[in-house]
């Protein structure tokens, strides 16, 4: 089964953005879906959108549209998740994670801190 | 958006206890409804995906039905290792949508 790898804790200032990577172990990555979800401190799941490896499609939820970009490297096997104009209710764990009809398997988590 | 209603968010049980968490969508979903633990720290783990399929590696005592709105997860015997919060999650339409958790600790 594929892992996924994410790179490490950010701090940012508001009003930064943030570059979170998610690495797969697998060769096939072009055939997944790689989602992203965010975790706030003591709180719940919260889905940040996808991206169809394979042709590069996105869809992100509206609250989340004009300030994040999903992308993929097929030649690094590598999906990144961009969040521009950080305030500090950003402050959250990202996961990364394929979705095939339910997230399996997840990233570690990244943590991002949005702090001044 | 389809809005997910867990309940309850949280309750308190004894090893060797059944447990049982329902999970309410605000429109019908099929069987599109998935499952997770998630422990202190941790990433989610998927338990159970549509509706009612065990995960591979997942342990028996874990069990999910229902379609349409109403959705249950049951662990028939509680073990030390299952204290956790769990989550129910729609991939019946996007955005995906999960439900505000609930939180299962010792009694």
């Known amino acids: 089964q594929v892992q996924l790898v994410q790179s490490g804790a950010e701090v940012k200032k508001p009003g930064a953005s943030v570059k979170v990577s998610c690495k797969a172990s697998?060769?096939?990555?072009?055939?997944?879906?790689i989602a992203w979800v965010r975790q706030a401190p003591g709180q719940g799941l919260e889905w940040m959108g996808w991206?169809?490896?394979?042709?590069?499609?996105?869809d992100y939820p509206q609250k989340f549209q004009g300030r994040v970009t999903m992308t993929t490297d097929t030649s690094t096997t590598t999906a990144h998740m961009e969040l521009r104009s950080l305030r500090s209710d950003d402050t959250a764990i990202y996961y990364c994670a394929t979705d095939g009809g339910w997230f399996d398997p997840w990233g570690q988590g990244t943590l991002v801190t949005v702090s001044s | 958006d389809i809005q997910m209603t867990q309940s309850p968010s949280s309750l308190s049980a004894s090893v060797g206890d059944r447990v049982t968490i329902t999970c309410r969508a605000s429109q019908s979903i099929g069987t599109y409804l998935n499952w997770y633990q998630q422990k202190s720290g941790k990433a989610p783990k998927l338990l159970i995906y549509a509706a009612s399929s065990l995960q591979s590696g997942v342990p028996s005592r874990f069990s999910g039905s229902g379609s349409g709105t109403d959705f249950t997860l049951t662990i028939s015997s509680l073990q030390p290792e299952d204290f956790a919060t769990y989550y129910c999650?729609?991939?019946?339409?996007?955005?995906?949508?999960f439900g505000q958790g609930t939180k299962v600790d010792f009694k």
């Open positions: 999650q729609q991939s019946y339409s996007t955005p995906r949508t």
């Open positions: 991206i169809n490896a394979h042709n590069g499609n996105t």
């Open positions: 697998d060769y096939t990555f072009t055939s997944y879906t």
